[in-house]
Structures are given as structure tokens and as C-alpha cells.
């Protein structure tokens, strides 16, 4: 595969120094028994990015309830290894992501590990919105209203990616259940205010958010709000552990 090690749009990589730079998001940073941590809370309808090395933990924090977090993850020093659902969703037995869940790339290697959950279940088959499914869905009036392929484009070009490096995303918080007959829907979803899921990473991975801005379907209830991204790394307390939009992590 033709991938390539993750470079940011100031040409560096995972290994550089960082400088913060917060980009309108707030941060906060403390002590962790894993070494620093930065939180980084990313405003509605926005976009977050950020290399995690292995060992690193990511937490997910729904701060208002029912807000759907679009996420794609990447092996950090060859992009062309990504998430894969139909690798995830083979090995575990189950489409719902949950404590204990490995995320799994297209290679079958382990990216990430679900290691807390206090929501229960993510969605792993209902997508990332776009202009076009918008309008396909709901009308052309819909055209003009941002989406996440949008963030995913616009945060993946700070490190090279492209439209073809979008595949098929998990949604955490997203309730789309299935029934027995295999019809599906993006419905009132199940999530709370502060409720969280942590990742573990078992590799460097570069990791890419969506915020979601979906308003025509019940994903955000209808009003998308603000979530916080907590990373720790492994290292000395107050080691620079993360930033957001496009910072490396070392």
C-alpha cells in the first residue's frame, strides 16, 4: 500500500517538538498517572486531530448528552493502515463498540482498544454525513449546511490525506439501532451529559474527529454541542501530550 508517515501541514511529524496552538479551542492541561494530559474542548459542528503514540490514552467526554463524535484512526507511520469496520466487526462478533472492543485496521492489526465505556454502546455502519447524503436525505435546501466528510477533509489535509483516505467511520454516541431484519435508523440516541469512552492506543496512531453539525436527523438532538478530548501519554508529568487541529503529540 502506499501510505505514509504522518506529517502536519508545517512538515512536521510525530516526532517533532510542539508549539501549542489551541485554534479558538479551549485547553487545560494536568497531572495523569500516565504523565501530562491535555483536554481540548472542541466547540460544536468543528473538527480535532491528534497523533497519539502507543500507550497513550484518548477519553471522549459528551458534555451536554446525545452529541455524535465521528472519529477515524490511522497508523501513524503508514496512513494506508486505517480503521476498518468490516475487520472490527468480523473479529468481535458484534456491530455495537464498547469496553473491550479493538478497533482494527484494514490489516487486521490493532490500532486501538476500547478500555472504559460509560455510554454502552457506538455505532460502527451509519456513516459520516456530506453534502451529498444531506441532500439525498433530506432535500437540496440542505446543500449549503456543513458536514463531516467537510471536517474530515479540511483536518486530514493537515496531514496529506485525502477523500480517498475516508473510509467508513465510527460514530461514538450515535444510537442507530438494527432489527432483526436488517432495517436500520439514526434515532434518539442514548448518551447523558459527561458520560465518556477511553481508547487505548496499542501503536502511534493519528486520530481524526468530526464534531458532528448534523441538524436534519436526531444524531445531536437536533442542536450539536461541544465535547472535551482528554490525551495522556505515557512520560513525565507535565510532558506536552497533545494539541488540537492538525499538532503532533510526542
Known sequence: ???????????????????????????????????GATSVTVPARAPWSAVIPAGGHLTITDLHGNQAVDFLVYDAHDTAVRYSAPDTVQAQGN????????????????????????????DTIGGACSK??????YGHHTWSQHACVDNFLSEGARY???????????????????????????VDGISAPGLEVELRAETDVLVLVSNCPQINNPCNGFDPTPVLMTVRTPGRAGD????????AVR
Open 1 to 35: 500500500m502506499n501510505g505514509q508517515k504522518v506529517t502536519d501541514d508545517r512538515g512536521r511529524t510525530d516526532g517533532a517538538d510542539d508549539a501549542d496552538r489551541t485554534g479558538g479551542q479551549d485547553r487545560t492541561e494536568g497531572p495523569s498517572p500516565l504523565g
Open 95 to 122: 456491530l455495537f463498540l464498547t469496553t473491550g472492543s479493538v478497533l482494527l485496521s484494514n490489516e487486521h492489526t490493532p490500532l486501538m482498544t476500547v478500555v472504559a465505556d460509560t455510554c454502552g454502546r457506538h
Open 132 to 137: 451529498e447524503s444531506n441532500t439525498l436525505r
Open 160 to 186: 496529506g490525506l485525502g477523500k480517498r483516505d475516508l473510509v467508513s467511520n465510527v460514530n461514538w454516541y450515535m444510537n442507530v439501532p438494527v432489527e432483526e431484519d436488517g432495517t436500520l435508523g439514526i
Open 240 to 247: 506536552t501530550v497533545g494539541a488540537p487541529s492538525g499538532e
